[in-house]
C-alpha cells in the first residue's frame, strides 16, 4: 500500500476544471505474487486516513479471495468438462 501522510495531492484537469485527486493502492497478490492493483482516488480535500487504509487492505483482500476463488473454480469446471471428454473417448475404444 502506498499511503504517505503529509504529501501534496496530485492536481487533474479532469472534465476541463482543476481537481485534487488524492490517491491510495495497493497490490492484489496470490501468495506473494501480485496479480492486479486496487486503487482508490478521493475528490475531496483532505488526505486519506489510517482507518482509511485499513479499510482499503480489508477489501483488497476480499477482492483477491473473490478473484482466487472464480480461478480455483474455472479449473474445477475445466477439469470436470476434461474427465467427461475422456469418458466419452473411452466409450469410443
Given at each position: 500500500?502506498?499511503?504517505?501522510?503529509?504529501?501534496?495531492?496530485?492536481?487533474?484537469?479532469?472534465?476541463?476544471?482543476?481537481?485534487?485527486?488524492?490517491?491510495?493502492?495497493?497490490?492484489?497478490?496470490?501468495?506473494?505474487?501480485?496479480?492486479?492493483?486496487?486503487?482508490?482516488?478521493?475528490?475531496?480535500?483532505?488526505?486519506?486516513?489510517?482507518?482509511?487504509?485499513a479499510w482499503l487492505e480489508a477489501i483488497a483482500?476480499?477482492?483477491?479471495?473473490?478473484?482466487?476463488?472464480?480461478?480455483?473454480?474455472?479449473?474445477?469446471?475445466?477439469?470436470?468438462?476434461?474427465?467427461?471428454?475422456?469418458?466419452?473417448?473411452?466409450?469410443?475404444?
Amino acid at each position: 500500500m502506498f499511503y504517505r501522510p503529509g504529501r501534496r495531492p496530485a492536481l487533474s484537469t479532469a472534465g476541463g476544471r482543476r481537481a485534487r485527486r488524492i490517491g491510495a493502492g495497493g497490490p492484489l497478490r496470490r501468495g506473494k505474487t501480485p496479480f492486479g492493483l486496487l486503487a482508490l482516488f478521493n475528490r475531496r480535500d483532505r488526505f486519506f486516513t489510517a482507518q482509511d487504509r485499513a479499510w482499503l487492505e480489508a477489501i483488497a483482500g476480499k477482492c483477491e479471495d473473490a478473484i482466487e476463488n472464480a480461478r480455483l473454480v474455472g479449473q474445477l469446471a475445466e477439469q470436470e468438462r476434461l474427465k467427461r471428454d475422456l469418458e466419452i473417448a473411452a466409450r469410443f475404444r
